[in-house]
Every structure is written in C-alpha cells, then in structure tokens.
C-alpha cells in the first residue's frame, strides 16, 4: 500500500514507520497517489498564533474572544477538552475553564499570517479556494509533473513547512472533491492528514451520521429526525423526488453528497461578499454618544479593510441585538460605491436612528456589501452634501498620515466616546 512519512516526506511501500527517519507519522492509502482534491484547516488557528508569539502560554488553555458577555471565537485545545467551543457565550466557556487565558483577537496578525499561507499555496496551484482566513480548498489536478511530486507530498510538506517557518499547525483532507477533503481534514485534528478514496466513499458514508454533512446544522438535523433520517444510510433509501418534495432543494443536497457526489469545482474567483465589524458589549448600552463612538470604530475598520482589498461597497448594513436577544437589521443602498469610512458612518448613523429607541443592546455591528472594485468608488459627490468631498480628502491624507506614523497617529474626537 501507498504510503508517505508526514516528516521527511519519503515515499513509502507500507507503514506505519517510517523506514528512512524512524517517525511513526506515516499516512498510508491505496489511492494516495491519485487524489488531487485538499482541504486544509489551521489548528485553533488565532489560539495558535497567540501561544506561537507568547510561549509561556503553550500549556495553558487559552480563549480567543471578547470580554464576559462576548462569545468565543476560538478555544486551543487545552480549552477545548474542558469543553470550551466556538460561538459559545464567554461567560459559559469561563464557567467550564475558570483559569483560561483570555485574549482579544488580533485580527491584523491573524491576517498577515493567513496570507503568508495563501501565498504557499498558491505556490503550488492557482486553484486556491479560501473558506476563512484559516481553512482553503485547493485543487493540485496536473501539478505532478511540475513540481515533481504528487499531491499527497506537496500538502505533506505544506504543513510541515507551516509549522516549521511559522509556528502554526494545520490538517488536511484529501479526497476526489470538496464534500469528502472536508469530512477527511476532520477526521485526525489536529495536525492531522486523512484519505478518503473513491473506492471507499459509499461504505465511509454510509456509517456516518448526518451531522456531518457540510451545512446540516441542529434546526436542519430536527427536521430530518422527524421524518426518520438520523444516519446517512437512511438518507441513501429515500427516492430523490421524495427528498425534493419533502425537503426541497436541501433534499436534492442531500441526496447528491450522500452518495458522495459533489461537483463543484474549486473555484479561486469565489470572493468576499461583505466586509463588516461587530461587538458585544460587556455591559448593555442605550447611551446615544457611546453607540456613535462605537460606530465610528467600526466604520473606520471596515474602511479600512475595503482600502486595503482595493474593493468599495454599495450596501451599507446595521445589525443589533437587544438585551433580549432579539437581532435588528437594517440596510441602505448608496447612489454609487464607497470604502470611505466617513460615508459609511453617516450612512449607518442614519440606520442606527430609526432603532435607537428599541434598546438597550447588547451587540453592535457595520457592515458593506454588493462589492465591486475600488476603481470607480467616492467620484460621484453627494449633491445633499456639499462638505462630502471636502471629508473625503481630509480621509485620504489622515490614510497617508497613518501609513507613515502608525494607525493612532489621529483620532477623531468621537472615537474617544
């Protein structure tokens, strides 16, 4: 059987040692050398990154999230054994963990390091499909020839260059398409490197439940539990039409990928919908002048972001949630696009006014969409407006000013609220 040690990437006859270097990290399958379909998913990503910069932290659980009231975005797995998860409530994770480390998420780090990783990839194929900042797809069909290995090989040594240049584990899945590299770079987290071969895909799936299709969350899982279906075998004696007609076009889902079939191709061009910034609050606020302050915040970061992605928005967006949870979304289509933060507070502000007296809150968030590129943004002016592009320009030297002297070199007065 096919086999290759995960540490000095020699070709083996069979595991599960390696021969040459001793190491028991050997992944051994009879279609390694056939596969060309990958998922790879950073471990705890901003977790590692923060115990990869701060190493008295290796041993201890750390938590990456807001403060009491915010949720967890990530939990290492020292946390994660405590029962620590993404997206739960902070004050739950700490109840688990009471002597977890808290850290706010760096997101700048956290993206300069993701795109040191994309640039790696890319290295091996133009065929890289990002879900995150720290998970793609990548396709390496015909990259053999050039770069004189196969696939199985050039992932292994993906993340062994990972880990050795900065400090950050991944596992991977590798498949025949998206749907199965997926399951596979679950199976062995973390540092892991699962197969899931063509032979194999109808007698895999068929003993798994059908949580683990992409996708099926609780709500979608109750519903299926009604009408009978708990594992996927019991998805694979349903009738298509009868899934369509009762689940619609999930039903024709699910049905395809039960069966391992997944067309979809990894696509390089799927861009970013929306650029958008949000908070909890640790404590709820109704006061007008700390939810401007905060607005601005998080229209300057959101401009930010769409200057540096040379990208620009026509669709202004304000989400909230309420003290009782209760979420309120409100939308604003702009006359042309914008990255300029100015702009995108005072179109949110307007937003935030029509539910200001709906509070008090306990999240608030900004954010653009219906993107297009930056080439053709802020030109039109704002006839109601006459100071609009007097604003702008102030903006564009404030930019300057920050890319020479750091990014607190102005404040505006209102983000001091």
């Given at each position: 059987?096919?086999?290759?040690?995960?540490?000095?990437?020699?070709?083996?006859e069979?595991?599960?040692?390696?021969?040459?270097?001793?190491?028991?990290r050997?992944?051994?399958?009879?279609?390694?050398?056939?596969?060309?379909?990958?998922?790879?998913?950073?471990?705890?990503?901003?977790?590692?990154?923060e115990k990869?910069?701060?190493p008295e932290?290796?041993?201890?659980?750390?938590?990456?999230?807001?403060?009491?009231?915010?949720?967890?975005?990530?939990?290492?797995?020292?946390?994660?054994?405590?029962?620590v998860?993404?997206?739960?409530?902070?004050?739950?994770?700490?109840e688990?963990?009471?002597?977890?480390?808290v850290?706010?998420p760096?997101?700048?780090?956290?993206?300069?390091?993701?795109?040191e990783?994309r640039?790696?990839?890319?290295?091996?194929?133009?065929?890289?499909?990002?879900?995150?900042?720290?998970?793609?797809?990548?396709?390496?069909?015909?990259?053999?020839?050039?770069?004189?290995?196969?696939?199985?090989?050039?992932?292994?040594?993906?993340?062994?260059?990972?880990?050795?240049?900065?400090?950050?584990?991944?596992?991977?899945?590798?498949?025949?398409?998206?749907?199965?590299?997926k399951?596979?770079?679950?199976?062995?987290?973390?540092?892991?490197f699962?197969?899931i071969?063509?032979a194999?895909t109808?007698?895999?799936?068929?003993?798994q439940?059908?949580?683990i299709?992409?996708g099926?969350?609780?709500?979608t899982?109750?519903?299926?539990?009604?009408?009978?279906?708990?594992d996927?075998?019991?998805?694979?004696?349903w009738?298509?039409?009868?899934?369509?007609?009762?689940?619609?076009?999930?039903?024709?889902r699910?049905?395809h990928?039960a069966?391992?079939?997944?067309?979809?191709?990894?696509?390089?061009?799927r861009?970013?919908?929306?650029?958008?910034?949000e908070?909890?609050?640790d404590?709820?606020i109704?006061?007008a002048?700390?939810?401007?302050g905060?607005?601005?915040?998080?229209s300057e970061?959101?401009?930010?972001?769409?200057?540096?992605?040379?990208?620009?928005g026509r669709?202004?967006?304000?989400?909230?949630?309420?003290?009782?949870?209760?979420?309120?979304?409100?939308?604003?289509?702009?006359?042309?696009?914008t990255?300029?933060?100015?702009?995108?507070?005072?179109?949110?502000?307007?937003?935030?006014?029509?539910?200001?007296?709906?509070?008090?809150?306990?999240?608030?968030?900004?954010?653009?969409?219906?993107?297009v590129?930056?080439?053709?943004?802020?030109?039109?002016?704002?006839?109601?407006d006459?100071?609009?592009?007097?604003r702008?320009?102030?903006?564009?030297?404030?930019?300057?000013?920050?890319?020479?002297?750091?990014?607190?070199?102005?404040?505006?007065?209102?983000?001091?609220?």
């Amino acid at each position: 059987m096919p086999a290759l040690c995960r540490d000095c990437l020699s070709e083996l006859e069979h595991g599960p040692r390696c021969g040459a270097c001793g190491s028991p990290r050997v992944v051994a399958h009879e279609e390694l050398w056939d596969l060309s379909i990958a998922h790879m998913d950073c471990d705890a990503f901003y977790a590692s990154v923060e115990k990869r910069d701060r190493p008295e932290l290796a041993a201890k659980p750390v938590v990456i999230g807001g403060g009491r009231r915010g949720v967890v975005s990530t939990a290492c797995y020292v946390a994660r054994i405590r029962g620590v998860r993404s997206a739960m409530p902070m004050f739950k994770a700490l109840e688990l963990c009471p002597d977890a480390v808290v850290i706010k998420p760096r997101m700048d780090v956290y993206a300069a390091v993701s795109k040191e990783i994309r640039l790696r990839m890319e290295a091996l194929t133009p065929a890289v499909e990002p879900l995150s900042l720290d998970e793609a797809f990548v396709d390496l069909t015909g990259t053999a020839r050039l770069h004189g290995a196969p696939p199985a090989v050039l992932m292994a040594r993906l993340v062994r260059d990972m880990k050795r240049d900065l400090g950050i584990t991944g596992s991977v899945g590798l498949s025949h398409n998206k749907f199965l590299a997926k399951i596979a770079s679950d199976l062995n987290k973390p540092h892991g490197f699962s197969v899931i071969g063509k032979a194999e895909t109808q007698a895999f799936l068929a003993r798994q439940k059908v949580g683990i299709i992409w996708g099926v969350g609780t709500a979608t899982q109750a519903a299926l539990e009604r009408a009978g279906i708990r594992d996927i075998s019991d998805l694979l004696r349903w009738e298509r039409e009868d899934l369509i007609a009762r689940f619609g076009s999930m039903g024709e889902r699910l049905y395809h990928l039960a069966r391992g079939e997944d067309r979809r191709k990894v696509s390089a061009d799927r861009g970013v919908k929306s650029v958008s910034n949000e908070t909890t609050f640790d404590e709820d606020i109704s006061d007008a002048d700390l939810l401007d302050g905060y607005l601005w915040r998080m229209s300057e970061k959101v401009a930010d972001r769409l200057k540096a992605k040379d990208i620009a928005g026509r669709t202004v967006g304000l989400k909230m949630k309420r003290s009782d949870f209760r979420s309120i979304s409100r939308q604003a289509a702009l006359g042309d696009a914008t990255q300029m933060a100015d702009r995108i507070y005072r179109t949110a502000r307007g937003l935030l006014d029509q539910v200001q007296g709906d509070g008090p809150f306990r999240l608030l968030g900004v954010g653009v969409s219906d993107l297009v590129s930056s080439a053709d943004a802020d030109r039109s002016g704002d006839l109601l407006d006459p100071q609009a592009g007097t604003r702008a320009k102030a903006e564009r030297a404030t930019d300057e000013i920050r890319k020479r002297f750091g990014a607190d070199a102005i404040l505006k007065g209102r983000a001091l609220r």
